[in-house]
């Protein structure tokens, strides 16, 4: 990860506590069966699980943080997995490469859906143009694919980062096309991503207003509208 990110002022540390460290395999939260099931719906995604390429980093909001303070330590646990990916995605496998940041835990007057909403936004449009693709997806929520197909309920709540599909990931955008067009034309030209925005949580979040559609601005949080469709993997 860039210097300049890891030095990054961070007085909500402690938000997240880190729960198990990447892993194939998680122990401390049951998604053999999902991951299977979501096989069917994600090309990549058999493959990736036979050579062990889809990974798991669980964390556990701490009760006494706000939701703020969460919200800060997903979006730099987001950073860090696309920064750990970028070099990979280039070498054999690549595209099989996905990490996924479990949320597990609960934050008082807060949904998890609100936790992640504005880390998955600036995720998203910060590595889009980069080749890297964000989702999200929330524990116990049943999802829809466009086709109508019913995809399972997440048994957590977690956003995958990994390779996007030129191809593919575009349609996934087409709330936000100025997003799907770099995505489709995205490459990683080595830059410091961190170089032109600002440090702190709050004044990132200022910054990605600025993507939010114009037909549903919001004041608090991306619009819904904002996010690729939840059969995104």
Avoid at 207 to 233: E, G, N, V, Y
Wanted: net charge neutral; with cysteine.
């Amino acid at each position: 990860m860039t210097d300049r990110t890891s030095a990054a002022p961070r007085p909500t540390a402690g938000a997240l506590r880190l729960v198990e460290a990447s892993t194939s395999q998680p122990t401390s939260v049951d998604i053999s069966d999902y991951v299977q099931q979501m096989t069917a719906h994600c090309p990549y995604l058999a493959p990736s699980l036979a050579q062990g390429l889809t990974t798991w980093t669980v964390y556990r909001a701490d009760s006494g943080a706000d939701a703020d303070a969460v919200q800060a330590e997903l979006f730099h646990a987001g950073a860090q997995a696309a920064e750990w990916l970028r070099p990979l995605l280039n070498r054999p496998h690549g595209l099989l490469r996905c990490e996924n940041i479990v949320l597990t835990g609960e934050v008082p007057g807060a949904h998890h859906r609100e936790l992640m909403l504005w880390p998955h936004w600036v995720l998203k449009n910060l590595y889009g143009p980069l080749g890297v693709m964000f989702g999200k997806f929330y524990a116990g929520e049943e999802e829809v694919t466009e086709a109508g197909m019913r995809i399972p309920a997440a048994p957590a709540s977690f956003l995958p980062v990994r390779a996007a599909i030129r191809r593919r990931d575009p349609r996934f955008l087409h709330a936000t096309p100025d997003l799907a067009t770099a995505l489709a034309t995205a490459t990683d030209d080595g830059r410091d991503v961190f170089e032109h925005i600002p440090t702190q949580w709050k004044e990132i979040r200022t910054w990605a207003r600025q993507f939010l559609p114009p037909a549903k601005p919001s004041t608090s949080s991306p619009d819904t509208s904002a996010s690729p469709p939840r059969s995104s993997c």
